[in-house]
């Protein structure tokens, strides 16, 4: 199953990534992997709706094999959290057809 994605303007796309989708819920978020990275892209809403993606850190990505729900909860940790999810996203929200630009 795919989520569906929106794509970049042809100008911005690059390489793309393996789409090697781990886990995801349809219009909340999806955890893909690439080259041994995983990458969790989610939606958040409020006056305005965007995308975000944030490259787990090596604990967080033993955390989800061992705990498939962890995801769940980071992606709410970092929601809630504005100033730590600025920090950790990256500069494009990437989906698992288009490449990040770190």
């Known amino acids: 199953m795919r989520i569906e994605c929106r794509p970049l303007p042809t100008s911005q796309r690059t390489a793309f990534l393996s789409k090697n989708i781990l886990q995801q819920e349809p219009w909340s978020y ?3 992997e690439e080259a041994g990275d ?15 993606t944030v490259l787990l850190t090596a604990p967080e990505k033993d955390m989800q094999q061992r705990d498939r729900s962890y ?7 970092l929601t809630d959290n504005p ?4 920090q950790r996203r990256l500069r494009v929200a990437v ?3 288009q490449a990040p630009k770190l």
């Open 38 to 52: 995983y990458l969790v892209t989610f939606m958040v809403a409020g006056v305005l709706e965007r995308d975000y």
């Open 71 to 77: 995801i769940e909860r980071l992606v709410k940790r």
């Open 83 to 86: 100033a730590q999810l600025q």
């Open 30 to 32: 999806v955890l893909f």
């Open 95 to 97: 989906w698992p057809e």
